[in-house]
T-cell receptor, first 111, second 114 residues
Framework: ELKVEQNPLFLSMQEGKNYTIYCNYS?????LYWYRQDPGKSLESLFV???NGAVKQEGRLMASLDTKARLSTLHITAAVHDLSATYFC???????????WGAGTKLIIKP | NAGVTQTPKFQVLKTGQSMTLQCAQD?????MYWYRQDPGMGLRLIYY???????DKGEVPNGYNVSRLNKREFSLRLESAAPSQTSVYFC?????????????FGPGTRLTVL
C-alpha cells in the first residue's frame, strides 16, 4: 500500500525556536512536494525536491530529500507567527502518475 | 492571469440532488485534477485528466463523473449527492510529466450535503 506519513500531525511552538517536520513514504520516488495551507484557504506550493540529496531553502524554511531512506524533512529556523499553517508533503511514485498526500502537519507558532 | 478558478465557492445540497463544479485554468497546463479534502485526511484524488481528451480515475472516484471540456476547463459532477460527499473540493492543474510539474490549486468549493 502506498503511504505517506507526516510526523508530527500537530505542533505548537514558540517564536524563535527551531523545529523539523518529517515526511516518510513507502514507495520508490524521486519527486517530493511540500505545500502550505492557511486556514480556509487553498494550497500553495513551497518546494519541489527532484533527486536524492536535494535541498531547497526559502526564508526560514528548508526542505531536504533522502530517497534511500524515503524521508523528507521540512526544517523551520527561528519560527515566526506568520509561519503558522498546515504543511503537507506529497510524493509521486515512480510507477504512478498520481500524487500521494500526507495528512498534513498543523503548525501553530505562538508569539 | 487568474491561475485556477473554481465555481461555486460554497454550495449546500440535499441528499439526491445533483450539481456540477466548474474549474478553469489560464496557465496553458495540460493536466488537471480534482481532489477532495476531509479533516485529518490530507487530499484524495477523485479524477484527473493528464491531457485534453483523456480522463482517469483516482483514489476515490465513486459517485463522481468528470468532463474535460477543453484544455482550460475540467468539471466535476455529482449525480446524486450523499452526505458522505460533504467536503472541500479543490481543482488543480500542472504541466504534464515535466521536471516542473508542480500542481497549482484553485480556491476550493465548500460543499455540504444535508
Amino acid at each position: 500500500e502506498l503511504k505517506v506519513e507526516q510526523n508530527p500531525l500537530f505542533l505548537s511552538m514558540q517564536e524563535g525556536k527551531n523545529y523539523t517536520i518529517y515526511c516518510n513514504y513507502s514507495t520508490t520516488s524521486d519527486r517530493l512536494y511540500w505545500y502550505r495551507q492557511d486556514p480556509g484557504k487553498s494550497l500553495e506550493s513551497l518546494f519541489v525536491l527532484l533527486s536524492n540529496g536535494a535541498v531547497k531553502q526559502e526564508g526560514r524554511l528548508m526542505a531536504s530529500l533522502d530517497t534511500k531512506a524515503r524521508l523528507s524533512t521540512l526544517h523551520i529556523t527561528a519560527a515566526v507567527h506568520d509561519l503558522s499553517a498546515t504543511y503537507f508533503c506529497a510524493v509521486r511514485p515512480d510507477s504512478n502518475y498520481q500524487l500521494i498526500w500526507g495528512a498534513g502537519t498543523k503548525l501553530i507558532i505562538k508569539p | 492571469n487568474a491561475g485556477v478558478t473554481q465555481t461555486p465557492k460554497f454550495q449546500v445540497l440535499k441528499t439526491g440532488q445533483s450539481m456540477t463544479l466548474q474549474c478553469a485554468q489560464d496557465m496553458n497546463h495540460n493536466s488537471m485534477y480534482w481532489y477532495r479534502q476531509d479533516p485529518g485526511m490530507g487530499l484524495r484524488l477523485i479524477y484527473y485528466s493528464a491531457s485534453e481528451g483523456t480522463t482517469d480515475k483516482g483514489e476515490v472516484p465513486n459517485g463522481y463523473n468528470v468532463s474535460r471540456l477543453n484544455k482550460r476547463e475540467f468539471s466535476l459532477r455529482l449525480e446524486s449527492a450523499a452526505p458522505s460527499q460533504t467536503s472541500v473540493y479543490f481543482c488543480a492543474s500542472s504541466v504534464y510529466l515535466s521536471s516542473s510539474d508542480t500542481q497549482y490549486f484553485g480556491p476550493g468549493t465548500r460543499l455540504t450535503v444535508l
